[in-house]
């Protein structure tokens, strides 16, 4: 985020409010001391802006009457993590995310901590499931897709794990708490869970989801359906080309398209 910046009168009205200890006025004067690459002053300010916060039980400070567009400005939540991750301080980010998706339910929240989480603390699945749903309830379109995501790479596993059998009772005992987990979902229903959460995705405004429906459907044998979803994808600009590309083989049944190279690998976020 560090960058050129030059001082205006906008930037010294901004920390003269900011001293006045108004949230999104001390959030923005945090973005502005990381532009001038003062991390540490900038984490403190948006810490300031948790504990402001935190005594109004609100997310956003209502005491004074607002000079801004609240929809335009960040949380200090989102950008305390934010800047926590970029200095590599990952404890401290979890931290925060604890509080804010378990205490005050934000949805945003749920997602970054499911994703944080299990980068860096190896989460069990059910609760990577479960914090993502969280998200997802609020009509998240990014969790949605992760969520989809995740049901899709199961599918996979299940796939990879049955060595021709999809009946749990001629396969071996799992191996791992992954297989365990993966195992209780019977042959095909992670598919169609996967379709439910990309249909929200889409009903929510985020047509890149059609692409990996698109994938979907055409791992299920039903290419006309697949087809309708790549239509949809070739209109999206984050995903024209890819679905181009996937376009051409998608009838050919003889080549394998690994999901995550034409998919995941090729994700706007």
Known sequence: MLGIYKPSPLSRHVERLSQLQLADAMVLHGMILQLKGQFQE??????????????????????????????????????YVALKCEMGDIPAALDVLWHYALKLEHPAAFRLLATLAKQHKNLPLADYEHYLIRAAMAADPIACCLLGQFYVEGHIENVKNANGSPNSYFRPPPKSPEERFWRKYPHNEL?????????????????????PMAWIFREQGDLSEGMKYLDIAEKVEQCAHEAQQFRKVFDNWELEVPFNEYIVNKRPF
């Open 191 to 211: 598919l169609d869970k996967a379709i439910d959460w990309y249909e929200i995705a889409i009903n929510c405004g985020y047509k890149w989801a059609a692409l």
């Open 42 to 79: 900038a984490g403190d300010l948006y810490h300031e802006a948790l504990v402001r916060i935190g005594k109004s039980n609100t997310y956003r400070d209502q005491t004074y009457p607002n000079p801004f567009n609240l929809a335009k400005v960040p949380q200090a939540w989102e950008m």
